[in-house]
Nanobody, 122 residues
């Protein structure tokens, strides 16, 4: 079955940077949709950034200009470079994947999920 393993979470001061990584198994990142979502306490899971097989990307308005999603086909991995972090970016960040070329930007559009990694900005 598909496995997505996130890494790179942690604690950082406001204005700092973190890079999250998501390694996929039994899923070819270059031929499907992958993305990052986040969920903080008491809130619904929300999209952060997505990337499709043609390297087209989408970003939530709240992270545009600060976060960058990328894909390394050789390692079947996606990354999320997060700069200028703010306390409101604190959340559990989840990697998600879906087969196909029509990529959605909402959680319901993704079938495969990692277990999440905590990001704390304070």
């Amino acid at each position: 079955h598909v496995q997505l393993v996130e890494s790179g979470g942690g604690s950082v001061q406001p204005g700092g940077s973190l890079t999250l990584s998501c390694a996929a198994s039994r899923f070819t990142a270059s031929t499907g949709c992958m993305g990052w979502f986040r969920q903080s306490a008491g809130k619904e899971r929300e999209p952060v950034a997505t990337i499709d097989s043609d390297y087209s990307t989408t970003y939530a308005n709240s992270v545009k200009g600060r976060f960058t999603i990328s894909r390394d086909n050789s390692k079947n991995t996606i990354h999320l470079q997060m700069d200028s972090l703010r306390p409101e970016d604190s959340a559990v960040y989840y990697c998600a994947a879906e087969l196909g070329s029509l990529c959605g930007s909402t959680p319901v559009a993704y079938s495969y999920w990692g277990v999440g990694t905590q990001v704390t900005v304070s």
